[in-house]
């Protein structure tokens, strides 16, 4: 565990603790004094809703994702009901209360990470429907603070994915117009299946080894395939020959990842987007980074969806050249320059710690 989490779960802790002996101190005088009834009402309704959320990093929203990252040089591109895809900018929600359910509608039929490839010096975009590539240069239409990209399987490109497997996961190289099918063989090998999206040739096939298939994802601009083994989260930085990967480095674990998140890894230049499963059937999704224990959830939601981060790594990244395509950056834009990651609580935990020795001594000498 580092640091800054361990003060915040610490800091967590010290506002419970403090919320249970305001309660006995309150229970005590209500009972002792009863001339005083009336203000202990308003003191113990207006601490309440703070003990019920002691901790300041819980809630969730997508500005979170700004507060962690430390600039807004960012986009998320995902999925929305009845598979059409949504694709939206940190600069143009900054500031703005932005969720994810604005935009959703009823059950989605599409779970699958949106993909997108190079053609013709063109990012083209792909979504994997079962054994089916649907795959169009979309005419992406804004609205307000998002883009929006129509399904449409009347015009759409089809490609049929020949892969004997059961629920495959789909990766691409964004800088050339190579898919891999990441699938379990039936030895309980996982398999990388390079196929060329534009002839649908297969060009190779290599053993992963022991990992799960679930967890697989590509970061493009550092060249970096990421899976889980059968017990630690990690990647293997590759040499992309031909649309195959080779030269594979060795597995570096991710020793700080938060093994409590169980599905659809998303990693950009060093963070990550995960999501679980929450006791009530929803689905809560946090933004991380590699080398921090602690998270910081972005959205809840009753839908099973998959949301791909890029983060930029400056000219040449996925990230600038995607939005050079959907969302131009208007004349005289300036950016923030990257800064070192945070959770953004740090100083909330300062100004919580504070405010309970303040508000408890107050109360105490009554």
Known sequence: MDSENAIRLLSVAAAKSFCFLL?????????SEP???????FIFIGIVPFCWSA???????FQNIEKF???????IIGTLSGCSLVYFVGDEISGTNFTYSDILGKKSICNNRPIFFMDHNEYVIGLPVYKNLYVTKCDWKKYSNFYICQFDKATWGNKTISVEAFMPKYLADANNSTLHVIYENDNGDTVDKAIDLISLKPITTVVLGDSEVKYASYDSDLQRLYYKSRIDIGYRTVVNIKGAFENFSHFTVLTKFNKSFSDAVSFSNNFYIVKKETLDGEYEF?????NKTATMCISKMAENLDLQILVDTGAGSVYSMLRSQIAPLPINFTTYAPTTPTSGASSLIALYTFLLLVIFTIIYRL
Not at 23 to 31: M, P, Q, R, T
Not at 69 to 75: A, L, P, V
């Open 286 to 290: 946090h933004i991380g980074h590699e």
């Open 23 to 31: 309660y006995h101190h309150l229970y005590h005088h209500l009972f």
């Open 55 to 61: 901790d300041p990093s819980s809630e969730c929203s």
């Open 35 to 41: 001339s005083l009834i009336v203000m202990w009402f």
């Open 69 to 75: 990252i430390g600039h807004f040089n960012f986009s």
